[in-house]
C-alpha cells in the first residue's frame, strides 16, 4: 500500500521569514499616489488634467516629515511642526484648479510649509516666490526643491501675514493659512485679471474664496467652498466690541 504524499510545506522559519517581508514591504509610491488622485482628490470636482497630472507624478511623500510619510496620502492634514500643517490633498488640488495657472503666470505664495505645493505652483506657472515665517520650514522646502530638480522658486524667511511691497505684482497669489479678517493686503500684489486664493473667518465657519482683480480699481470675489486651516501666524483678528 502506497503512503500517502505529504502535502508540500514551507518550513516554519522561512513563513517567518516571509511575513516578515510582507510587513517591511515599501509602499508602492506610484499605486498610492493614483488612489489619492482617483479616491480623494478627483471626487472633491478637481477635474484639471494639468493639476491631476501634476499631483500625480510629484512624489508628495518626499515633502513630508519623515516620521509621517506613512499618511503622505492619507485625507488629513499632516503635522510639519510651528503649529503649521500641510494641507490634505483635496484641498491642495481645489486651490491649484481654482487658480487655474497658466504656463507664462508669476506667482505668489503666503506660507511655504513643505515645499509640495510650492513646487506644484511651480510645475503649473513660470516663477514662484514664496514667503515663510520660520526658518526652519524654509530650508527644508528648499532641500526638497533641490533634489527635485525645481528652480524656477524664490523662497523668501518673513513675515507676509500683513502683505509684501505694494509694487510688486503677480498673476496668482496663493494664501496657504487662513485669515480670520480678509483687509485686501494682498490685493494690491495682483496684476489686472490675477487671481487670488484665500480662506477666511474662523472655525467652525470658515470660507475659501477667488478674488479676481478686474481692473486697477476693481475686484470681483466668488465664494468657492467651506473648509478648514489654521490661521497665518500674526494673522489679524475679528475686532471684538465690548457691551
Known amino acids: 500500500m502506497a503512503c500517502p504524499r505529504r502535502p508540500n510545506t514551507v ?3 522561512a513563513s517567518k521569514t516571509n511575513i516578515k517581508r510582507i510587513l517591511i514591504k515599501p509602499m508602492d509610491y506610484e499605486q498610492a499616489r493614483y488612489n489619492m488622485i482617483e479616491q480623494q482628490v478627483r471626487p472633491w470636482d478637481v ?12 512624489p508628495r511623500e518626499v515633502f513630508v516629515p519623515e516620521k509621517y510619510r506613512s499618511l503622505a496620502f492619507a485625507d488629513i492634514s499632516i503635522p510639519l511642526g510651528h503649529d503649521q500643517v500641510m494641507m490634505a490633498p483635496k484641498l491642495e488640488g481645489r486651490v491649484l484648479q481654482s487658480l487655474a495657472i497658466q504656463p507664462e503666470d508669476t506667482v ?3 506660507g511655504t510649509g513643505s515645499g509640495y505645493l510650492t ?6 506657472g513660470k516663477h514662484v516666490t514664496s514667503w515663510e515665517i520660520f526658518p526652519e520650514l524654509s530650508e527644508m522646502a528648499q532641500a526638497t526643491l533641490a533634489k527635485q530638480g525645481i528652480d524656477n522658486v524664490t523662497l523668501e524667511i518673513g513675515d507676509a501675514t500683513s502683505g509684501i511691497a505694494d509694487d510688486a505684482r503677480f498673476d496668482v497669489i ?4 487662513s485669515v480670520p479678517v480678509l483687509q485686501q493686503q494682498f490685493h494690491a500684489n495682483l496684476k489686472a485679471g490675477g487671481r487670488l486664493f484665500v480662506i477666511t473667518g ?10 479676481t482683480r ?4 476693481n475686484w470681483a470675489q466668488e465664494s468657492l467652498f467651506e473648509t478648514s486651516l489654521p490661521p497665518l501666524v500674526n494673522a489679524t483678528e475679528p475686532r471684538r466690541f465690548a457691551l
Open 214 to 217: 478686474l481692473d486697477a480699481d
Open 108 to 110: 505668489l505664495e503666503i
Open 11 to 13: 518550513p516554519l522559519a
Open 202 to 211: 474662523k472655525p467652525p465657519i470658515m470660507e475659501a474664496v477667488l478674488i
Open 119 to 124: 513646487a506644484c505652483l511651480a510645475k503649473l
Open 47 to 58: 477635474l484639471d488634467q494639468r493639476v491631476l497630472d501634476v499631483m500625480t507624478t510629484l
Open 174 to 177: 496663493a494664501v496657504t493659512g
